[in-house]
């Protein structure tokens, strides 16, 4: 049987590539991660992260499962508002993302429950958590349906996921977003991170992660 081709960016890469290839990426970006989020949006991250937050309603005592968290820093927020009688886990399955994370918060003095987990395949049981996060991971993700499955199996029932994502900007800022995505993010990826290729895949994905509209009944 042929294998099935899958999107990595603008290119087509076998579907059991794409996940180490992600890899690739992140492993690549993890040290300079949170300073070239800052570079690329002018800081507005940390706003889109904290309206995001404020959707969530994390209150004390509360489970919250952030997948694909990374350097933690919505983990962060969020533990200060479930307080101690509340948990957070900090989740990523890329190894070297959630090692940044962790050791900036065991640095803080911040010890979460972290593990490295496929977002397609939790390993946490069913009806577990009262929140669940995922801030620009979902279009990484090989089967996105599949890994929302997942968030909602561990969700308790009446529990809120929050997905913060990109998604198309308006037609009149259309030219002048793709010229600054495609030449200004691979050119900070090259003179900052060190890597040009990361950043325009980076770019890629927010093009390629599916729109999908509700139709009219």
């Known amino acids: 049987m042929t294998e099935k081709n899958i999107d990595f960016g603008f290119t087509q890469v076998p579907e059991s590539e794409k996940v180490r290839k992600v ?5 690549s970006v993890a040290q300079r991660y949170d300073l070239m989020n800052d570079l690329m949006s002018g800081g507005l991250h940390r706003l889109w992260k904290r309206f995001a937050l404020s959707r969530v309603g ?5 489970k919250v499962l952030d997948i694909a968290g990374g350097t933690g820093d919505l ?6 508002s479930v307080g101690p009688s509340g948990q957070v886990w900090l989740t990523d399955i890329n190894e070297s993302m959630l090692r940044v994370g962790r050791d900036r918060m065991l640095d ?3 010890v979460l429950p972290t593990a490295v987990c496929d977002a397609e395949a939790l390993p946490f ?3 577990y958590f009262d929140r669940v996060t995922v801030a620009f991971g979902l279009r990484n993700m090989t089967h996105k349906e599949a890994a929302l499955a997942e968030m909602g199996r561990v969700l308790k029932p009446g529990g809120k996921l929050m997905v913060l994502e990109f998604s198309k900007v308006n037609d009149k800022l ?3 977003y793709d010229w600054y995505s495609f030449n200004v993010l691979p050119w900070l990826g090259r003179q900052v991170a060190k890597d040009e290729d990361s950043y325009r ?3 890629e994905s927010i093009r390629m992660h599916p729109i999908k ?3 009219n009944p």
């Open 23 to 27: 890899a690739d990426v992140f492993d």
């Open 58 to 62: 994390a209150r004390p005592g509360m």
């Open 75 to 80: 983990a962060r927020s969020m533990a200060d």
């Open 108 to 110: 803080d003095g911040l």
């Open 125 to 127: 049981e069913s009806g």
């Open 174 to 176: 259309a030219p002048a």
């Open 201 to 203: 895949y980076l770019a």
């Open 213 to 215: 509209r509700r139709s």
